[in-house]
């Protein structure tokens, strides 16, 4: 205490504070700077690459210190939000040069990842999500939103795998900031490490906030109900909790009340097919394996959207794909009437391009931040709408006609902003300049006044050259002195009397009249008016733009919901697809040249070989696919799940034709990849999936495996292959399964609905060419060798391989995994296990040794007995 009194004023106020925002790093505004003290200089210097410095503090040792300038701070404030850190913003509230004592200073705002607003830190065509996550006697809820447009969403899940249920949201979410109560995070913590390395760290919140009544009371209010009544989540107290702590926080960060967040929807059970982390992966939903980016995925593939909201929209069709299979036939009509349409596509994304980003716009509207230049852009955006709708004049499919029904003109605000805001209105409204001329007469007024002025100036200097004689005078302007009649060094000595000297420069001397001050006062005072009037105007177009805030919402998303079917329109025409047949008496994928949209893509010259598929609940339930490496099993079996999830996304899909059942879910376990990251064993990871897959799999789903088991030893793997397909047959649902492991193409005809089918190849002179066309049947060499030499392992590596190989098969290494497996399939399959029946010849063996009486026979007798078993044993 006796230190903290030696504190100068400014640094116990800092000090207070920063006790209030201990996981903050606190940006103070001094003057022209915003700086950072004590640890938080030292994080900050570090982390921004700035000079640390220190500041006299009324203490023997200076404060560490660093800053920096105020005009650049969203720079800065960009980096340490993407680093991970919260911001808290500390202004100067009262005026430094018009106060007397300590200027008054209090934070405005903490900006943090899930609450950031501007838009150089926001990516375009992403929703980026503030989620809050509580969970309760055996439930969880979630709830998300996005600041920046409104979006606000709830869902409420019971059951016993809350952490598994946890772990699929979230990926599917996607969030960049989540807050948690104490039970959730125990959830959070045990989740699979690799899906929480790609997720922001989880943040326990004030657990009051989740208090049931605190909560419903925060959404009643934000709402404005008094009651929760007539929403469809009245009963779901654990999304309420989440969404009431989800408000608090927003209010207690930000320090405004968030109008725009008015709506919420409450997501219901299977309105959207669940994608696991893996599933996400695999398929490279929305970023690719290898590289993590967007370029080659299968977003990547279908954003042709022209607008930063139909961007973010297509990204969460991506992410959600539907299972009503009405919602999906009605972007499937809208689709189909689109690339019936060519010129159409056309005429509209030609329009779409010219929208600006309406959402974030009415975001920043609610959320006060509005300046003159997105209201410039707002302007634009409302002008071309009447054009949108024509642009769609014609189309009656329904998706479209309701979409186009909900875009509104905004015909009065539109007025206003033609009529209010200069056409080349800058960003920031310090220097005035963006009340459009004709928009308020006093305004008028007081500029003309302000232009009149300057005629008057330029008729003083003219006057003034001609009574003094001084060629080169001229009247200058400077912030610090106002305005002034300069004249040249050489010509001092013609200056009268009544001028009033003011700066001595190098060059010359600088002067004041009576007749210039006056001037002067009229033009400062002029634009003083004209400044505070304008900003005055600005208000009140402000408050109008206010009030349409639902309504640009409406039309906003209206908008995003026609420029993404649109976009999976011209995807479809530009690359030949089809419309999938999806309904709910579908039970079968019928694909019939099919192809892998991406693989596709990246051929040159067309030379994607089609291929079809057929899988269905009965005779065709698992696909076993073997083949040499590099054949296109990995791409095969991606293709069908592709399909099948473009199907449910709604979109066209890369086939002649495509009959796709009704999916609950897709599973993937692809490759084995070692996650150093996370540090799991592979095979453990491996196993850790298919455990998942077995435990949620239904009839109606969709797997795929590529080379289970092959993380462990030849006969382990073997064998657990063996079982997992099994099991997932009596499960029933339809699978893709790729191995080289041969032995399992015996389960064709043992196990009913097993059907086996290799990549055909060209064996040329002990080389091989890749045909990439499935047939069916089962391949027997995996050509592993032949690959390594295309692969260029030097020619002596590949010679002695064969070598060895061919030794192995002459031991016939084979023969102890064959014995393993009879075990294995015994359990479950025992009488249809023909194939691994001891042969004639064994079972005589074997009845011989039985039969065999040691005790009567001699050691002669037993020798030539050995000889004869020997014989029928042959070679
Ligand atoms: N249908 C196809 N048409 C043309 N090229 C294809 C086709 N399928 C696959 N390919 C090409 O073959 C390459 C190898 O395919 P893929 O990875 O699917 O083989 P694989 O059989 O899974 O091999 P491995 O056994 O080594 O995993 C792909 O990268 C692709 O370029
Ligand atoms: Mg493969």
């Not at 929208?355 to 609610?366: S, T």
């Amino acid at each position: 205490m006796a230190k903290e009194k030696q504190l100068s004023p400014m640094m116990q106020h800092y000090l207070q504070t920063k006790e209030k925002y201990p996981d903050a790093i606190l940006m103070y505004r001094l003057g022209d700077f915003y700086e950072m003290f004590f640890d938080d200089a030292k994080t900050a210097s570090d982390f921004l690459g700035l000079t640390l410095t220190g500041r006299d503090c009324g203490l023997e040792e200076r404060a560490p210190m660093c800053g920096v300038p105020y005009h650049a701070v969203d720079l800065y404030v960009r980096k340490l939000i993407e680093g991970g850190f919260k911001v808290a913003i500390c202004e100067q509230l009262s005026d430094p040069k018009a106060g007397k004592g300590m200027v008054d200073r209090d934070v405005v705002r903490v900006i943090t990842s899930g609450t950031v607003v501007e838009d150089d830190i926001l990516e375009e065509k992403k929703s980026n999500y503030l989620m809050s996550l509580s969970a309760k006697e055996g439930k969880i809820g979630f709830a998300w939103a996005d600041v920046s447009t409104g979006e606000f969403k709830l869902y409420e899940y019971k059951g016993e795998n809350l952490s598994e249920i946890a772990e699929d949201f979230l990926v599917t979410v996607s969030p960049a900031e989540i807050i948690v109560n104490a039970e959730a995070k125990s959830l959070f913590d045990a989740l699979n490490p690799t899906v929480k390395n790609t997720l922001p760290k989880a943040q326990l919140y004030v657990e009051y906030a989740y208090g049931d009544a605190y909560a419903e009371k925060a959404l009643q209010k934000q709402l404005g109900v008094q009651s929760l009544e007539g929403f469809e989540c009245k009963d779901k107290k654990r999304a309420i909790s989440a969404a009431g702590a989800l408000l608090e926080y927003v209010n207690d960060t930000q320090k405004r009340s968030l109008s725009h967040l008015s709506k919420i929807v409450y997501v219901r059970d299977n309105s959207f097919m669940f994608l696991d982390a893996n599933t996400r992966r695999n398929l490279e939903l929305t970023e690719t394996i290898r590289e993590r980016k967007k370029t080659g995925s299968i977003l990547w593939l279908l954003d042709k959207t022209k607008t930063s909201m139909g961007g973010r929209n297509l990204r969460r069709w991506v992410s959600e794909p539907l299972l009503d299979p009405k919602l999906i036939n009605a972007r499937l009509d809208a689709v189909e009437e689109l690339t019936a349409n060519p010129q159409k596509i056309e005429e509209i994304t030609e329009v779409l391009a010219k929208i600006h980003d309406m959402e974030r716009l009415a975001g920043k509207v609610a959320y006060g931040t509005v300046n003159p230049k997105d209201c410039l852009s707002m302007s634009e955006t409302l002008n071309v709408l009447p054009e949108l709708k024509d642009a769609f004049s014609g189309l009656t499919s329904k998706f479209l006609t309701t979409n186009v029904r909900d875009v509104s003109l905004h015909k009065d605000v539109q007025k206003l902003l033609f009529a209010a805001i200069d056409e080349n209105a800058p960003a920031i409204v310090r220097d005035g300049g963006f009340i459009k001329k004709g928009y308020n007469r006093e305004l008028d007024g007081y500029r003309s006044a302000g232009t009149e002025s300057k005629i008057w100036l330029t008729n003083l200097e003219h006057n003034e050259k001609e009574a003094t004689g001084i060629k080169n005078l001229k009247i200058g302007y400077n912030k610090v002195f106002g305005y002034y009649l300069e004249v040249s060094k050489g010509q001092t000595d013609l200056v009268p009397l009544r001028y009033q000297r003011k700066q001595t420069l190098t060059t010359g001397e600088r002067y004041i009249t009576e007749e210039l001050k006056e001037i002067e006062e009229k033009i400062l005072g002029a634009e003083e008016k004209a400044l505070k009037l304008e900003l005055m105007l600005f208000e009140g177009v402000k408050n109008t733009l206010f009030d349409e805030v639902p309504a640009f919402q409406k039309t906003a998303r209206a908008i995003a919901e026609l420029d993404a079917v649109v976009s999976l329109a011209s995807v479809a025409l530009k690359n030949n697809y089809v419309r999938p047949t999806i309904n709910s008496k579908i039970k079968h994928i019928k694909i019939e040249g099919g192809r892998h949209p991406i693989v596709e893509q990246l051929q040159s010259d067309n030379q994607f070989v089609a291929n079809d598929t057929v899988l269905d609940c009965s005779e065709n339930k698992t696909m076993v696919i073997t083949g040499p490496n590099m054949a296109g099993k990995s791409t095969y079996m991606r293709q069908v799940a592709v399909i099948t999830l473009m199907a449910h996304i709604g979109s066209f899909v890369p086939a002649k034709s495509a009959e796709i059942s009704l999916t609950d879910r897709i599973f993937t376990r692809v490759g084995a990849s070692d996650d150093l990251i996370s540090g799991q064993s592979t095979f453990m990871m491996e196993m850790i999936e298919v455990a998942t897959i077995l435990n949620n799999a239904t009839e109606n789903s969709l797997l795929i495996l590529d080379e289970i088991g092959r993380g462990t030893s030849t006969i382990d793997g073997l064998s657990i292959a063996w079982a997992v397909i099994e099991k997932i047959n009596t499960i029933g649902a339809k699978t893709l399964f790729a191995t080289h492991f041969h032995e399992l193409t015996e389960l064709e005809g043992v196990l009913a609905g097993v059907k086996n089918y290799r990549i055909l190849i060209k064996e040329i002179g002990g080389t091989v060419v890749f045909l990439h066309k499935i047939v069916r049947g089962g391949a027997n060499k995996s050509f592993g060798i032949e690959v390594a030499a295309l692969a260029g392992i030097p020619s002596d590596v590949v010679s002695r391989a064969k070598d060895i190989m061919q030794k192995l098969e002459e031991a016939d290494v084979g023969r102890d995994t064959n014995s393993i497996m009879l075990g294995a399939a015994t359990k479950n399959a025992s009488k249809q296990m023909s194939l691994f029946e001891v042969s004639e010849k064994e079972s005589e063996i074997m009845g011989i040794l039985k039969d065999l009486n040691m005790d009567g026979t001699t050691p002669l007798q037993a020798f030539a007995i050995l000889m004869d078993l020997k014989e029928k044993a042959g070679k």
